[in-house]
């Protein structure tokens, strides 16, 4: 089975036709940013920091890297580091630029995401997510192997982009001090007290076989408000590059629509038998929604004369494996059209050759954060008129396009002009720990861009010293508060895992973790309903949902194994898809869930942890689930309803729940999900007087 670690996405490049390059070259002369090559170089050369604003399709990504490096930003060896949101924009881009150097990935240019290095001591252009190059900062506070950093699509305010912008300005601080050798060495210090614990006596010296130059910093966005970001850098300059590379035609809905799915599956018909070839991108807020509206365009294709079957679905979100999620860029075959389903991960930097149709609903599944009670949940949200710019910024990249926005002009206008960036809507326990592993304290002292709620700081730092991530005195806690620290995980699941560790069922837990990781293990088409609940009886545990999903882990490997000692590899994973589509159980889920097994497993064992099973012991399974997932822990109501324990908020039970029907009394949960109502999903059952004993930081009685 491909592994996300084994750099699925190195293709040698094919020995290019001349043809080929000459009409790469072309294309690449004849984008807006060509024009003003020169005035960039010289505006980078200037100013340490710079802001680029740019339409969509203009060409920012993908050249102004490449005229970085032949304009010599890279002499002494150093490194240009593009940052992006996405692991999928990370790793497409820079194929494409590899391409256009004619090089092969991973030399001269290459990625790095989560889990996947395609890099080599050569690698001069780099792309990679933004929260990889925070943990980068992680090993080398001073980044000094950058000589600049680009941070693209940075009108997406993630979290990890906001806590970069604060690090790199205090970088460069920094690096220009060393590079004037303004200050002695110990002297040298970040506004926002980065390297006091540094060690950085080495920054004086050269590095990497090179004398460590200032940070060249670039903001970049075709969408962004480029005040907000010139006033944080101390008045940086920001350049506007003009012209767009072709027509995007906008279309809306005269009446706003009540079921925005039908909308976009009566819109892919419409364009699928009236217009002319080009193929299509729909934004859809999930797995679920995606795949269901997957399972809907075929179902409506069956009904179809056969000539006007040519429709290809292929659907892309962040679970879905990294090898499939690069299918998309595959053209279709001659005389089929594709229809992209995708979230909101394929909104910005990726260019999909052949895309000329965009469907946007105008919805979103946006993280949400209510810090009064601690509780952070999925919620679809309207989208941003910047997000909204991006989504129409997919068509129009290889020839004139057109988008339709599946909502009336006039609700538009009513859109925010820009998403709340995520640091205001999310809960900040992992950030804090990637801080306080850093060296920085003083969280609400830090220079963010803008400033996170205070009350969303108290309540994470409340719940990192209810986890035992620190201490009193709001220091990382050794060893338990380093440990979670380094796993890239939520700190809840770094919780489960170290105590699982101390518990003897490490092996449960690493597949627990693995599972939960991923969206809908289990589907249920509507017609089949009956069938698909039936087959997950197999599977099912009294217990709850996280002991069902245990089994069907189990089952699945145990199914590929006996299958693996008479069959070909090949033949037993064809095999184990047949099981899953018997079992009603999601094939690219389950395998998601199978890779991030293996790599968590990777990270555990480099800290020393050894796995062990607690058998069929699974009541102390149970109490280590009560132990780690506590924050999260819920009380039956008279009226059916759940109490959380922690916050008092009243939720109810998702019907996809192995305890939808039984309602125990007392349970922990790991996701709370709003629609029109709150609903907990993956829960298991624990006794209530666990609590004390276990988590008595939480619920220990007062004297
Ligand atoms: N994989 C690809 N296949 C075909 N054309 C591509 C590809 N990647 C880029 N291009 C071409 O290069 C152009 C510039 O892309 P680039 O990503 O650099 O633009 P951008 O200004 O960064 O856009 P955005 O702000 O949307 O990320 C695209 O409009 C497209 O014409």
Same mark, same amino acid.
């Given at each position: 089975m491909p592994s996300m670690a084994s750099n699925n996405y190195h293709s040698q490049p094919k020995p290019d036709s001349f043809a080929r390059r000459q009409k790469l070259e072309q294309q690449r002369k004849s984008l807006p940013i060509a024009s003003v090559e020169k005035r960039l170089l010289e505006e980078v050369r200037k100013n340490d920091t710079l802001i680029i604003v740019g339409e969509t399709g203009s060409g920012k990504t993908t050249q102004l890297p490449q005229y970085l490096l032949n304009g010599g930003f890279?002499?002494? !060896?150093g490194v240009i580091g593009i940052t992006q949101p996405r692991r999928v924009a990370a790793v497409s881009v820079a194929k494409r630029v590899a391409e256009e150097c004619g090089v092969p990935l991973g030399q001269k240019v290459g990625y790095a995401i989560r889990f996947d290095d395609a890099t080599s001591?050569?690698?001069r252009i780099k792309y990679l997510t933004d929260g990889l190059l925070l943990r980068e900062s992680l090993l080398d506070p001073s980044l000094s192997k950058y000589s600049v950093i680009i941070v693209d &699509? /940075?009108?997406?305010?993630t979290i990890h982009t906001d806590v970069l912008l604060g690090l790199l300005k205090s970088v460069q601080k920094i690096r220009s001090q060393v590079a004037n050798k303004l200050m002695s060495n110990d002297s040298i210090k970040g506004k926002n007290g *980065? *390297?006091?614990? /540094? !060690?950085?006596?080495?920054?004086l010296k050269p590095c990497h076989g090179r004398k460590l130059p200032p940070l060249k910093l670039i903001i970049m966005s075709a969408? *962004?408000? /480029?005040r907000v970001f010139s006033e944080y850098f101390s008045g940086a300059k920001a350049v506007h590059v003009q012209g767009r590379q072709y027509p995007v035609d906008i279309l809306y809905t005269l009446q706003p629509e009540t079921d925005y799915v039908d909308a976009a599956l009566i819109t892919i018909f419409q364009i699928h038998l009236e217009e002319s070839p080009g193929d299509i991108l729909v934004f859809l807020t999930g797995q679920e929604e995606i795949e269901s509206v997957e399972r809907l365009v075929h179902e409506r294709l069956r009904q179809l004369p056969e000539a006007n079957q040519k429709l290809l679905t292929f659907p892309i979100f962040s679970s879905l494996p990294s090898e499939k999620q690069l299918k998309v860029f595959m053209p279709a075959p001659a005389g089929f059209r594709k229809v992209i389903l995708a =979230?909101?991960?394929? &909104?910005?930097?990726?260019t999909i050759s052949g895309i000329k149709y965009v469907i946007d609903p105008g919805v979103v599944k946006a993280r949400t954060y209510d810090a009064d009670t601690g509780i952070e949940s999925l919620d679809i949200v309207k989208t941003s008129k910047a997000q909204a710019l991006q989504r129409s910024g997919?068509? !129009?990249?290889?020839g004139p396009g057109k988008c339709y926005r599946l909502y009336p002009e006039s609700e538009f206008e009513k859109f925010?002009? $820009? =998403? =709340? %960036?995520?640091i205001k809507r999310c809960d900040l326990s992992n950030v804090i720990l990637q801080l306080k592993a850093l060296g920085i304290d003083d969280i609400a002292g830090f220079d963010f861009i803008e400033k996170p709620n205070r009350i969303a700081i108290v309540r994470s730092l409340e719940s990192l010293f209810l986890l035992g /991530? *620190? =201490? &009193?005195?709001s220091k990382l806690a050794d060893p338990v508060g380093h440990q979670m620290a380094r796993l890239p995980l939520e700190p809840m699941y770094s919780k489960a895992l170290i105590l699982a560790n101390q518990f003897n069922c490490l092996e449960e837990m690493l597949i627990i973790v693995a599972m939960l990781?991923?969206?809908?293990?289990f589907y249920a088409p509507r017609d089949k309903l009956e069938e698909s609940r039936t087959a997950l009886k197999c599977f099912?545990? %009294?217990?709850?949902d996280h002991l069902t999903l245990l089994n069907v882990y189990r089952a699945s490997t145990e199914f590929l194994e006996k299958n693996k000692l008479t069959n070909s590899k090949e033949k037993a994973e064809k095999n184990l898809r047949k099981w899953c589509k018997e079992n009603f159980v999601n094939s690219r889920s389950l395998r998601h869930a199978q890779d991030i097994h293996r790599q968590i497993k990777k990270s555990i064992e480099q800290m020393g942890f050894r796995i062990t099973s607690c058998g069929d012991d699974m009541l102390l399974f149970r109490r280590c689930l009560a132990a780690s997932f506590f924050l999260n822990a819920a009380l039956k109501q008279p009226d059916g309803l759940y109490r959380?324990? $922690?916050?008092?908020l009243m939720v109810q039970i998702h %019907?996809?729940?192995?305890l939808f029907r039984s309602k125990p009394e007392c349970i922990i949960f790991d996701k709370l999900v709003r629609t029109n109502n709150s609903y907990i999903r993956n829960l298991c059952r624990i006794d209530y007087l666990w609590l004390p004993e276990l988590a008595p930081q939480c619920y220990g009685f007062q004297e």
């Amino acid at each position: 089975m491909p592994s996300m670690a084994s750099n699925n996405y190195h293709s040698q490049p094919k020995p290019d036709s001349f043809a080929r390059r000459q009409k790469l070259e072309q294309q690449r002369k004849s984008l807006p940013i060509a024009s003003v090559e020169k005035r960039l170089l010289e505006e980078v050369r200037k100013n340490d920091t710079l802001i680029i604003v740019g339409e969509t399709g203009s060409g920012k990504t993908t050249q102004l890297p490449q005229y970085l490096l032949n304009g010599g930003f890279c002499r002494d !060896g150093g490194v240009i580091g593009i940052t992006q949101p996405r692991r999928v924009a990370a790793v497409s881009v820079a194929k494409r630029v590899a391409e256009e150097c004619g090089v092969p990935l991973g030399q001269k240019v290459g990625y790095a995401i989560r889990f996947d290095d395609a890099t080599s001591s050569s690698t001069r252009i780099k792309y990679l997510t933004d929260g990889l190059l925070l943990r980068e900062s992680l090993l080398d506070p001073s980044l000094s192997k950058y000589s600049v950093i680009i941070v693209d &699509e /940075a009108h997406e305010r993630t979290i990890h982009t906001d806590v970069l912008l604060g690090l790199l300005k205090s970088v460069q601080k920094i690096r220009s001090q060393v590079a004037n050798k303004l200050m002695s060495n110990d002297s040298i210090k970040g506004k926002n007290g *980065l *390297l006091l614990k /540094a !060690g950085h006596g080495d920054l004086l010296k050269p590095c990497h076989g090179r004398k460590l130059p200032p940070l060249k910093l670039i903001i970049m966005s075709a969408s *962004l408000d /480029a005040r907000v970001f010139s006033e944080y850098f101390s008045g940086a300059k920001a350049v506007h590059v003009q012209g767009r590379q072709y027509p995007v035609d906008i279309l809306y809905t005269l009446q706003p629509e009540t079921d925005y799915v039908d909308a976009a599956l009566i819109t892919i018909f419409q364009i699928h038998l009236e217009e002319s070839p080009g193929d299509i991108l729909v934004f859809l807020t999930g797995q679920e929604e995606i795949e269901s509206v997957e399972r809907l365009v075929h179902e409506r294709l069956r009904q179809l004369p056969e000539a006007n079957q040519k429709l290809l679905t292929f659907p892309i979100f962040s679970s879905l494996p990294s090898e499939k999620q690069l299918k998309v860029f595959m053209p279709a075959p001659a005389g089929f059209r594709k229809v992209i389903l995708a =979230t909101n991960i394929a &909104e910005t930097s990726v260019t999909i050759s052949g895309i000329k149709y965009v469907i946007d609903p105008g919805v979103v599944k946006a993280r949400t954060y209510d810090a009064d009670t601690g509780i952070e949940s999925l919620d679809i949200v309207k989208t941003s008129k910047a997000q909204a710019l991006q989504r129409s910024g997919r068509a !129009g990249r290889e020839g004139p396009g057109k988008c339709y926005r599946l909502y009336p002009e006039s609700e538009f206008e009513k859109f925010e002009n $820009s =998403t =709340t %960036p995520e640091i205001k809507r999310c809960d900040l326990s992992n950030v804090i720990l990637q801080l306080k592993a850093l060296g920085i304290d003083d969280i609400a002292g830090f220079d963010f861009i803008e400033k996170p709620n205070r009350i969303a700081i108290v309540r994470s730092l409340e719940s990192l010293f209810l986890l035992g /991530a *620190l =201490t &009193e005195e709001s220091k990382l806690a050794d060893p338990v508060g380093h440990q979670m620290a380094r796993l890239p995980l939520e700190p809840m699941y770094s919780k489960a895992l170290i105590l699982a560790n101390q518990f003897n069922c490490l092996e449960e837990m690493l597949i627990i973790v693995a599972m939960l990781s991923v969206e809908s293990i289990f589907y249920a088409p509507r017609d089949k309903l009956e069938e698909s609940r039936t087959a997950l009886k197999c599977f099912s545990s %009294p217990e709850g949902d996280h002991l069902t999903l245990l089994n069907v882990y189990r089952a699945s490997t145990e199914f590929l194994e006996k299958n693996k000692l008479t069959n070909s590899k090949e033949k037993a994973e064809k095999n184990l898809r047949k099981w899953c589509k018997e079992n009603f159980v999601n094939s690219r889920s389950l395998r998601h869930a199978q890779d991030i097994h293996r790599q968590i497993k990777k990270s555990i064992e480099q800290m020393g942890f050894r796995i062990t099973s607690c058998g069929d012991d699974m009541l102390l399974f149970r109490r280590c689930l009560a132990a780690s997932f506590f924050l999260n822990a819920a009380l039956k109501q008279p009226d059916g309803l759940y109490r959380i324990l $922690s916050s008092g908020l009243m939720v109810q039970i998702h %019907p996809s729940s192995i305890l939808f029907r039984s309602k125990p009394e007392c349970i922990i949960f790991d996701k709370l999900v709003r629609t029109n109502n709150s609903y907990i999903r993956n829960l298991c059952r624990i006794d209530y007087l666990w609590l004390p004993e276990l988590a008595p930081q939480c619920y220990g009685f007062q004297e």
